[in-house]
């Protein structure tokens, strides 16, 4: 039987906000768990900014697919991302970090092409290696930056498999190769004689003809622009942005 005139708590917890108080720690002791498993970190930092970072890491990945055990960067990912920064407004710039080995030469043309092409700023900086079809895509934006301890291996175009020996198939690798050479020669300040020497220098690569280019080297040669880490990539970047805001309200 209830008893009358029972007195009433001052502060009654409400049964509705227990299991929701409850539900947002649970959902946070979720989240940071999930943080350490996939980023090794409690919290990431989440900040609006004004620049896209792009990574072009590991095999670029063309038309065929690589095995899974491969770190690969995907055109297909790429490109949209790129159609995407140049759309979005919020967007002033972009920073490109590489550490790849190649790969595809059409895909990694195809990408350089495209980041040339954007009207936004670019600065890209070479992380570790920036190997091959790499090349291009490292000179490709306004502005180009190398870790003193980075490596950049220069080589004609080498194919795998099957190739018939016609004189057909040769004048095709040296069109595709021409406009590799094109490319960098265009973006980059290494003279077309420079090029062609590191290109088709013999001794220094093991079984192969070649140029590795560390560090400062790339600097010297006029492939790279400087020797930077993340800051002076991300000063110049910022740089260039503000100078992009000058001249398009000059234009208007």
Excluded at 28 to 49: C, F, H, Q, Y
Excluded at 148 to 161: F, K, Q, V, Y
Excluded at 162 to 178: A, H, N, P, R, T
Aim: net charge negative; proline share 6%; charged share 20%.
């Amino acid at each position: 039987m209830p008893i009358p005139n029972q007195p009433i708590p001052e502060n009654p917890q409400s049964p509705v906000e227990q299991p929701a108080k409850k539900r947002s720690t649970a959902k946070r002791t979720n989240s940071t768990v999930e943080n350490i498993e996939a980023l090794g970190t409690t919290d990431v930092p989440n900040i609006k900014t004004n620049v896209h970072c792009l990574t072009i890491i590991g095999q670029v990945e063309g038309h065929v697919v690589l095995p899974p055990n491969n770190k690969t960067t995907k055109y297909e990912h790429i490109m949209p991302q790129l159609v995407a920064i140049e759309q979005n407004p919020e967007i002033e710039g972009v920073l490109m970090m590489l550490n790849t080995v190649g790969g595809d030469v059409e895909a990694g043309l195809a990408i350089a092409e495209m980041i040339s092409s954007m009207s936004k700023p670019t600065v890209s900086i070479v992380l570790g290696g920036g190997h091959s079809i790499g090349v291009p895509i490292a000179v490709s934006g306004t502005y180009s930056f190398i870790v003193d301890s980075a490596t950049m291996t220069i080589h004609p175009i080498r194919l795998t498999g099957l190739v018939i020996g016609v004189q057909q198939s040769f004048d095709y690798l040296e069109k595709m190769q021409d406009r590799i050479s094109r490319f960098v020669i265009n973006h980059s300040r290494i003279s077309a004689a420079k090029w062609k020497e590191l290109l088709f220098k013999t001794g220094e690569l093991s079984r192969d003809i070649g140029t590795t280019l560390i560090g400062s080297e790339a600097v010297e040669c006029g492939l790279i622009n400087e020797v930077g880490g993340l800051a002076q990539a991300n000063a110049k970047l910022q740089e260039l942005i503000r100078a992009n805001k000058e001249q398009g309200g000059l234009k208007q």
